[in-house]
């Protein structure tokens, strides 16, 4: 690729001869002579210097050291470019068109055109695979699932039955869709229905009952699911996640959990049942979830937070328990104040000892 097409691809703006080419984009640090050194991060400019590139990316505004490259483009919105750059150069998907001979299709299961299925794979009787769809090796397809067009399902991944994803659905290794949720119930109220009531807990110890799990997850179009992720189906609704949302690496979703659309749920976030999560709302990594929790619409929760109840729309929380920022900001101020607060307190109990018997009992 020249750098005219490259600021045609970014919408940038080239400094220098847009005829000259590269072959790939590489960080600074690791680019050759052929390569285009992306440095749209200030604190990379300089080591444009010491790169054997001699083209580079750069973000708007940026001064590039004289001399460091022959020529460069820069682009308005770095990430949002960067978007556009590594889809440009991405490897393509490992698997050959068609059904490979170890794959296994079951009777009733329906093939749409110009899929792809690698060795290993089992889709279920009844199940339905849309046109351009791209299986990995070792996937299992439940009975009566249904996976719509131009998805792209990586090794191991379980789907299962019933399950329903839309188009373009991209599923990482290992992930899990569709297993049971974690539903139980004692015959008489129990530990944790005392401790919810009273604080207390009050029940007997009993058998644990199971309770089903009817519904399946329905996932909506462009969503995408990292790998070991796990999604639980509903009790007797579906668990939904809805179009757009991109889920990273080991999360867990409980039954019955309703995600909105554009999401962005950071790695280890942990949703426990029954709870409803708006639209373009953004977990951070290791956030917990409590169940019934109803998180508002483009609400932001910083990492390792614990939320439980409501969460307004549009705010942003932090902290365990989960609290406003500007009050769990001035909670974290006030907590490093208690050292000298304890110690100027011991400070007065010296003092008011020294102080006479009579003047300190008169007071």
């Not at 999560?277 to 290791?286: E, F, I, K, P, T």
């Not at 409590?290 to 508002?296: A, E, L, N, T």
Request: glycine share 14%; aromatic share 4%; proline share 4%.
């Amino acid at each position: 690729m020249d750098l005219t097409a490259l600021a045609l691809l970014l919408d940038g703006q080239v400094h220098g001869k847009g005829d000259l080419t590269f072959d790939r984009p590489a960080h600074p640090d690791h680019a050759g002579d052929t390569d285009l050194a992306v440095a749209m991060q200030a604190d990379l400019l300089d080591r444009l210097g010491e790169s054997r590139a001699r083209v580079a990316l750069v973000a708007q505004g940026a001064e590039v050291p004289d001399g460091a490259v022959d020529a460069w483009v820069s682009v308005g919105r770095p990430r949002f470019a960067l978007h556009h750059l590594t889809t440009a150069f991405a490897w393509p998907v490992a698997v050959a068109p068609g059904v490979h001979p170890l794959a296994v299709i079951e009777d009733g299961a329906v093939l749409g055109a110009d899929v792809a299925i690698g060795p290993f794979v089992h889709v279920g009787a009844g199940a339905r695979v849309g046109r351009g769809c791209k299986i990995l090796n070792g996937v299992s397809v439940g009975a009566g699932a249904v996976l719509g067009e131009e998805c792209l399902v990586y090794p191991g991944v379980r789907i299962g039955d019933r399950v329903r994803l839309g188009n373009r659905v991209m599923i990482h290794a290992n992930a899990c869709l569709g297993a049971d949720g974690f539903s139980f119930v004692t015959p008489e109220p129990g530990s944790v229905e005392s401790a919810k009531a009273s604080g207390r807990v009050e029940g007997a110890s009993q058998a644990l009952a199971r309770i089903h799990s009817l519904g399946a997850v329905v996932i909506g179009d462009d969503v995408e699911i990292g790998a070991n992720t796990c999604i639980d189906r509903g009790t007797l609704a579906d668990t939904e996640v809805g179009a757009g949302t991109k889920i990273d690496d080991l999360v867990m979703i409980g039954h019955n959990v309703r995600i909105g659309r554009s999401c962005m749920l950071c790695g280890q976030v942990g949703i426990a049942g029954s709870s409803v999560v708006g639209n373009g709302v953004v977990l951070a990594g290791g956030v917990g979830v409590g169940d019934h929790s109803v998180i508002g619409d483009f609400a932001v929760i910083g990492a390792r937070s614990g939320i439980s109840g409501h969460i307004p729309p549009r705010s942003v929380w932090l902290g365990y328990p989960a609290m406003p920022k500007d009050a769990a900001m001035e909670s974290y101020r006030l907590m490093r104040r208690l050292r000298s607060l304890f110690k100027d307190v011991s400070d007065l109990k010296k003092v008011a000892r020294s102080l006479p018997s009579s003047l300190s009992s008169s007071s």
